[in-house]
């Protein structure tokens, strides 16, 4: 159903089942082929690519050349009928790739809201992004990855499949994520290695400073005490005073998936 408020220029091509909210924009050259809903005052630029179950809320900007809910990479995808589900308030700069997921996962790609994905970053399939994540020019999600809220990823870095990132962690430039990374923490190069915590970013957010001395005495306990992770836990648990902050941290070391970055 066309929008008569959408903006749509004579030259972009829309096929099949779409929903336009209020004030979308659509710029020349686009392709949009349903099923595909977009959200109210979305702005479309030129020479996009919008297809397949993809949802899209309102207020996101996508940006000229960019693919979004395009079939994935993965060899096993045989043309499942999959889906992308993008929140508000993000922004897709030049030549991002979204891709849907696929049967083998849960067949969904989410994005959450107020995302800005730079030029040339890539999301690919059965990805599920948090909310207020930053993602520089050419970093990449392999595929069923997890990232949590307030991440950002440094230009050219990269996670391996199934790899998670804990909410408010900085993955440095070019760096080479192989395994879970904590929340709140820094890691850097190839392969990716802890650093510190994010103290910066934390203030930036509104952490107390309470809280950021606990979480970095946590840190120490992880990473400097020579204790191995059930012993680290144990210890954190039982020395340090106990916060949400701290106890998502924890969660996190007991649910990795591949192990955490040492």
């Keep these: 159903m066309l929008n008569p408020t959408a903006q749509i220029h004579p030259t972009a091509i829309i096929e099949g089942e779409v929903t336009l909210g209020d004030q979308v924009k659509i710029g020349a050259y686009t392709l949009i082929q349903g099923p ?12 996009v690519v919008i297809r397949g179950r993809t ?16 079939d994935c990479q993965d060899l096993k995808y045989a043309g499942e009928d999959t889906s992308l589900v993008i929140g508000d308030n993000n922004t897709f700069r030049e030549s991002v790739t979204v891709h849907r997921g696929t049967i083998q996962d849960n067949s969904i790609t989410r994005i959450g809201n107020n995302c800005l994905f730079m030029i040339n970053a890539h999301v690919a399939h059965d990805c599920i992004v948090g909310n207020g994540c930053i993602f520089a020019n050419n970093a990449t999600l ?29 993955i440095g430039g070019c760096a080479a994520v192989n395994k879970d990374v904590p929340p709140f923490v820094m890691v850097v190069g ?27 005495s946590a840190y120490k306990t992880l990473y400097r005490s020579g204790l191995g992770l059930e012993e680290a836990i ?6 340090l005073p106990q916060s949400e902050a701290l106890g998502q941290f924890v969660a996190f070391l007991r649910d990795n998936g591949r192990g955490i970055v040492r």
């Design 55 to 70: 949802t899209i809320g309102q207020n996101n900007r996508i940006f000229q050349f960019a693919s979004i809910g395009e």
């Design 190 to 216: 190839n392969y990716a290695r802890p650093v510190a915590v994010n103290t910066e970013g934390l203030l930036r957010r509104g952490f107390a400073k309470d809280t950021i001395r606990s979480l970095r």
């Design 142 to 170: 392999a595929g069923h990855v997890t990232i949590g809220d307030n991440v950002i990823f440094g230009g050219q870095a990269a996670i391996h499949q199934f790899g998670k990132v804990g909410s408010y962690a900085f």
């Design 234 to 239: 144990t210890k954190i648990e039982s020395d």
């Design 36 to 47: 595909v809903t977009i959200g109210d005052n979305c702005e479309i630029s030129s020479h």
